[in-house]
């Protein structure tokens, strides 16, 4: 059972009926992806699994902290992170989803593997575009060079009303 990846839930043998389990989530978890936003991490998961006879609830709670890169300057940013999921598993005749919150697995499997659902709930907790909070925090190199390069630093983005305020100060 040693070789068993800690991410695997041996399902059949499960009573009906609520079951905890308790996950973490380490930079070792996310080397393994090669694309990867989240460089290191230390993530708690608390997972409450309910099985019904056809089907089993999984109510999924992230919380820790990850580092990833700055989307503005490209530093080293750490970030708290909270986040909650579900996820809904039939019985079926084959494996395979069928909705982002709904898998269908055979009865012929035994083992639930949550790493992919797990590494997108981490990914899903990050904030949509991840930079350091003040801009003053960001590496001041790097914004000299993007200044230099004429690089607009948020052409899609809806200016932030904070920075409305800022340019009424000059
Ligand atoms: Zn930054």
Not at 20 to 30: A, I, K, P, V
Not at 66 to 95: Q, W
Not at 143 to 169: F, H, I, N, S, T
């Amino acid at each position: 059972m040693a070789t068993l990846s800690p991410y695997k839930i041996p399902f059949l043998g499960l009573s009906v009926g609520f079951h905890t389990y308790e996950f973490e989530l380490d930079d070792s978890f996310f080397a393994a992806y090669e694309f990867s936003e989240i460089t290191h991490a230390d993530i708690q998961i608390d997972l409450e699994l309910e099985k019904q006879s056809t089907m089993m609830v999984l109510k999924f709670e992230l919380g820790g902290v990850v580092e990833t890169e700055c989307a503005r300057c490209g530093d080293p940013l750490e970030i708290e992170i909270e986040h909650s999921d579900r996820l809904v598993v039939k019985f079926g005749d084959t494996t395979g989803t069928s909705d982002d919150d709904i898998l269908e697995i055979s009865t012929s499997e035994h083992l639930l593997d949550l790493s992919q659902y797990l590494y997108e709930y981490a990914h899903l907790a990050l904030p949509s575009r991840s930079v350091h909070e003040d801009e003053e925090d960001c590496n001041p190199d790097a914004l000299d060079l993007l200044d230099d390069l004429g690089v607009d630093d948020d052409p899609d983005e809806p200016l932030d009303p904070r920075w409305d305020a800022l340019k009424d100060l000059k």
